[in-house]
Each structure stands twice: as C-alpha cells, then as structure tokens.
C-alpha cells in the first residue's frame, strides 16, 4: 500500500462525496507520538483491503486543511488522528495509542 498525500481541499470533497472507504491519518511532523503511531501503523497495513485509498495528511505543512477534515468529519481534531470513511461519514476516529490498522480493516467490510 501507499500514502496518498492530501494537499488539497478538492481531495476533502472528494473523499465526502466517494462510495465506499478511505482512511485518513492525520500526522505531526514535529511529534515523536505522532510518528511512533504513524510507523506502527504502517508495520500492520496490509490488512487494510488493498483497494482502500490511504491519504496521509501534514498537519503542520496544512493546518487549514486538517481544520477542514475536522469540519466535514464532524470529528474534534487530534494528533495523531486516524479516520475511517465510509460513504463520506466518518465511521470510525482513532488517536494516539488508539491507532490500529487492525481495528480499521474491521470496520472496512
């Protein structure tokens, strides 16, 4: 699998708008926390089906953009921060210790 990098607010709406899932991890570039969570959750990916988009967001480089994941998620923000779509609903939102591609690939029937 491979990071897709969110940069753009068109990438949001079309994440909203897409049938079926995403995964959006929410990363600190300045946070070991963030990047302990970000590295152990790429050991486990393979279990998220292959065919699932996986967009990686800097926070610090677009911050206006995690601001707007927050908004049309109805999600409070946090970092790290990892987010379950589905049918353009958030359906699952884990942070910090909580993040687990297991538990994602769960809820992604």
Known sequence: MQWINL???????????NTGY???F???????ISSMAKRNFELDW??????????FLDL???????????ETFRVHHESPQLLV???GECILDA???????AEA????V
């Not at 940069?7 to 708008?17: H, L, P, W």
């Not at 929410?26 to 070991?32: D, L, V, W, Y």
């Not at 942070?95 to 591609?101: K, L, P, V």
């Open 105 to 108: 690939a769960e809820v992604i």
């Open 95 to 101: 942070s910090h210790s909580d993040i687990s591609a």
């Open 7 to 17: 940069s753009d607010r068109n990438q949001v709406d079309s994440i909203k708008k």
């Open 22 to 24: 995403s995964v959006i």
């Open 46 to 55: 393979d279990v998220i089906p292959a065919n699932t988009p996986c967009y």
């Open 85 to 87: 779509i589905k049918d």
């Open 60 to 70: 610090i480089s677009y911050r206006d953009l995690s601001n707007l994941v927050s």
């Open 26 to 32: 929410k990363h600190s570039t300045r946070c070991s």
